[in-house]
């Protein structure tokens, strides 16, 4: 089993890696991010088993490198208040809601990477456990605690009144 071009990899797992990194670290770090998962993947491919999982690995290198942006964010000096924080809106996708960025913001980590993991990138519980340090079963109930959150505080749609519908 010979493995395809990196580029091929490039072009078919770009966008949920992207997905995914937008969910876990936000729409500021994610671009970054991003490149910088892919700069070590393609330094790691040649090495790689050809019967890995390309999908899961990327995911596993995403995560990696959001570790290295939230541990280098948490050394950086914090901005002062005077100062209204405006991220950029270039490179986003014409759909972001940063309100969604928001509610996912505000979900504790595990359960916040849970939800991407799984519901953007696809990725078994028993993977994401392995990830975030628990068992499948832990991240089985993170994905679904951080789901249940998002539902009751991020209506997908809502009436005149402002109910939201079901």
């Not at 770009?14 to 910088?36: K, N, Q, T, Y």
């Not at 995403?62 to 914090?78: C, L, P, Q």
């Not at 996912?104 to 953007?120: F, M």
């Amino acid at each position: 089993m010979t493995k395809p071009p990196f580029q091929q990899i490039v072009t078919e797992y770009g966008p949920m890696v992207l997905r995914v990194i937008r969910a876990v670290l936000g729409p500021d770090d994610a671009e970054d991010a991003w490149s910088e998962t892919f700069l070590a993947a393609m330094k790691a491919y040649p090495d790689l088993p050809a019967e890995t999982n390309v999908e899961a690995w990327l995911v596993r290198v995403a995560h990696h490198k959001a570790i290295d942006v939230t541990r280098a964010n948490a050394r950086r000096a914090a901005p002062i208040e005077e100062l209204p924080e405006r991220p950029s809106r270039i490179g986003r996708p014409q759909d972001w809601d940063g309100d969604l960025w928001q509610a996912l913001k505000a979900l504790p980590d595990r359960q916040r990477q849970a939800v991407a993991y799984h519901y953007l990138a696809g990725l078994p519980y028993k993977e994401i456990g392995a990830l975030t340090g628990c068992s499948a079963d832990a991240a089985r109930r993170a994905a679904a605690d951080g789901i249940k959150t998002l539902r009751n505080t991020y209506p997908r749609d809502t009436d005149e009144m402002g109910v939201a519908r079901r």
